[in-house]
């Protein structure tokens, strides 16, 4: 008697520790996406970028801005916003079960504080990626290439971008990262270490998966336009059935032949003009 109501508390328990942990997931990612509608501090909301971006020359009549430190910092927080508002919702799964297994181990802390160690490690791992981006940025409107829209102004460029994010998606190692995505309780069982230093160190190894899984993805941002809206919504969306259905391991290699395709006649179409 004794054992099934223990049994009763735990999944009463662990039930609670879901619907909060869904809270907490959830109003950390509308807050990112709404910073990123808003205009992540750049003055102007993605939505007013996606509709100018739509308008013809419209690179001309938009002034450069200029990379202050400040600015620095402001685009860097803007492209870690992203990372946030496009990847958590594919690393849910993996913070759900990783706080289960805390709970179901009874460990000391409560399981949201463990989580949110792991969760802090994975945003680091995407952290760093951001600060790569930024700078990618930075160098790629000083040789003209991006323009004041942040979108891609080269047809060379465009057709490169696409064509690497596609053949990326159909490499080994895409698919060995992407596997450690889609399977959180193989890495879990294979990577459990104990306490907060090993819950920073799961999550920074699990971001690493992620990020080698993603990186392509997130700088196709290049070419669609990094405040773009539709292209900010899109690969989110992909990232998310990728890693979440069952055929998404086909879906993303069948993707990944369409994006090559697609570069590859962007950079005929180059090429000949």
């Known amino acids: 008697m004794s054992t ?7 999944e009463t328990v662990l039930r609670r520790d879901r619907v909060v942990m869904v809270a907490a997931l959830t109003a950390v990612i509308a807050v990112a996406w ?9 003055g102007t909301s993605a939505a007013a970028m996606t509709q100018m971006a739509r308008i013809p020359d419209m690179d001309m009549m938009r002034e450069w801005a200029v990379w202050t430190p400040g600015y620095a910092a402001l685009i860097f927080a803007m492209w870690w916003a992203m990372m946030v508002a496009m990847m958590l919702p594919g690393a849910t799964p993996m913070l759900l079960l990783f706080a289960r297994v805390n709970r179901s181990q009874k460990a ?3 399981p949201y504080v463990q989580t949110g160690i792991f969760a802090a490690g994975y945003l680091v791992a995407w952290g760093a990626f951001s600060l790569l981006a930024a700078g990618l940025q930075w160098g790629l409107e ?5 323009g004041p829209m942040m979108t891609a102004t080269n047809y060379w460029l465009g057709g490169a ?14 698919g060995v990262c992407l596997r450690h995505c889609r399977s959180p309780l193989r890495f879990l069982m294979q990577q459990w270490r104990a306490g907060r230093l090993g819950a920073f160190r799961m999550g920074l190894e ?25 292209w900010i919504a899109g690969l989110a969306l992909f990232v998310l059935l990728e890693k979440t259905i ?8 069948i993707a990944g032949v369409c994006f090559a395709a697609w570069g590859v006649l962007m950079l005929a179409s180059a090429a000949s003009g």
């Not at 990020?211 to 809206?229: A, E, P, R, S, V």
């Open 206 to 230: 699990h971001g690493a998966y992620c990020l080698g899984c993603c990186w392509f993805l997130m700088g196709l941002l290049f070419f669609g336009g990094i405040m773009n809206l539709f």
């Open 246 to 253: 069952p055929v998404g391991h086909w879906f993303g290699r």
């Open 108 to 110: 000391k802390d409560r």
């Open 142 to 146: 000083q040789l003209d290439l991006l």
């Open 4 to 10: 099934v109501s223990e049994t009763t508390v735990l």
């Open 161 to 174: 971008i696409l064509l690497a994010a596609g053949l990326w998606q159909l490499t080994p190692i895409k």
């Open 34 to 42: 709404i910073w990123i509608v808003l205009g992540a501090g750049t």
